[in-house]
C-alpha cells in the first residue's frame, strides 16, 4: 500500500495566486513527520516545510504553510502568492517513528506545479 | 560553505560495465542515503548508512553496491548486474538532532546507458 498518496500529478495556477498541494499518508506510528520538498527542473531538491505529529500547530515557512489535519491523515502544503519561480515538482515525504541515525523518509510522487504569467 | 557534492554531474555506462558515483558531504553528518529517480516519478531508496562501515540495503538495492570507509563519503557502485540504470541519482546525509532536521540533498547525477 502506497505511504505517500499525492493524487495531483500536475497542477496550474495565476501568478500571485495561492495554491493547495494535496497529500496524504498512512502509518500506524503514533511518531512521525512530515516533510515537503521543492525539485526545480535542474534536480536539486530543496527542503521547504517540516511538520512533526505531535506539534499542535500547522507548520509555516514564509509563503508556505502547511494544512496538518491527523485525523484525516493529511499533510497539504499552501503556497501563497505564487511565483514563476514556483514552477517545479513538488515532493511529500514521511519518516516515520523515533527519530534515529538510519531514519528513513518515504516519498510520493510528486506534484507539477506550472504557474502562468 | 557545508554540502553534499555529487559527482560526476552526467555519467554514461556501456554494456557490462560497472560504474561508481562519488557523494562526499562536509556536514558532519552520521547517516547518509543514495535515492533513484525515474523521469516524472518520486524518489526510491537504494542504500543508507547510519555509521561508518554499516550500511542496510532499501527498497531496490539489487544491482547496486555501496561502502562507507569515511564518515564523510558513501560512493555508489552501478554493477552490470542493474540492467536498467537509466536514472537520477541523488546522495542526501542526515543528522538526527534536532528531531525537525530534514534530509540534505547533492545535486545529482544522471546516469545513462551508451
Known amino acids: 500500500a502506497q505511504k505517500i498518496t499525492q493524487t495531483q500529478p500536475g497542477m496550474f495556477v495565476q501568478e500571485k495566486e495561492a495554491v493547495t498541494l494535496d497529500c496524504t499518508y498512512d502509518t500506524s506510528d503514533q511518531s512521525y513527520g512530515l516533510f515537503w520538498y521543492k525539485q526545480p527542473s535542474s534536480g536539486e531538491m530543496i527542503f521547504l516545510i517540516y511538520q512533526g505529529s505531535y506539534d499542535e500547530q500547522n507548520a509555516t515557512e514564509g509563503r508556505y504553510s502547511l494544512n496538518f489535519q491527523k485525523a484525516r491523515k493529511s499533510a497539504n502544503l499552501v503556497i501563497s502568492a505564487s511565483q514563476l519561480g514556483d514552477s517545479a515538482m513538488y515532493f511529500c515525504?514521511?519518516?516515520?517513528?523515533?527519530?534515529?541515525?538510519?531514519?528513513?523518509?518515504?516519498f510520493g510522487e510528486g506534484t507539477q506545479l506550472t504557474v502562468n504569467p | 560553505d557545508g554540502g553534499i557534492t555529487q559527482s560526476p554531474k552526467y555519467l554514461f555506462r556501456k554494456e557490462g560495465q560497472n560504474v561508481t558515483l562519488s557523494c562526499e558531504q562536509n556536514?558532519?553528518?552520521?547517516?547518509m542515503y543514495w535515492y533513484r529517480q525515474d523521469p516524472g516519478q518520486g524518489l526510491r531508496l537504494i542504500y543508507y548508512?547510519?555509521?561508518?562501515?554499516?550500511?542496510q540495503k532499501g527498497d531496490i538495492a539489487e544491482g547496486y553496491s555501496v561502502s562507507r570507509e569515511k564518515k564523510e563519503s558513501f560512493p555508489l557502485t552501478v554493477t552490470s548486474a542493474q540492467k536498467n540504470p537509466t536514472a537520477f541519482y541523488l546522495c542526501?546525509?542526515?543528522?538526527?538532532?534536532?528531531?525537525?532536521?530534514?534530509?540534505?540533498f547533492g545535486d545529482g547525477t544522471r546516469l545513462s546507458i551508451l
Open positions: 548508512s547510519q555509521i561508518v562501515n554499516d550500511f
Open positions: 515525504a514521511m519518516r516515520e517513528g523515533q527519530v534515529t541515525s538510519g531514519s528513513r523518509l518515504t
Open positions: 556536514l558532519n553528518h552520521d547517516a
Open positions: 542526501a546525509s542526515f543528522d538526527r538532532v534536532p528531531p525537525n532536521q530534514p534530509q540534505h
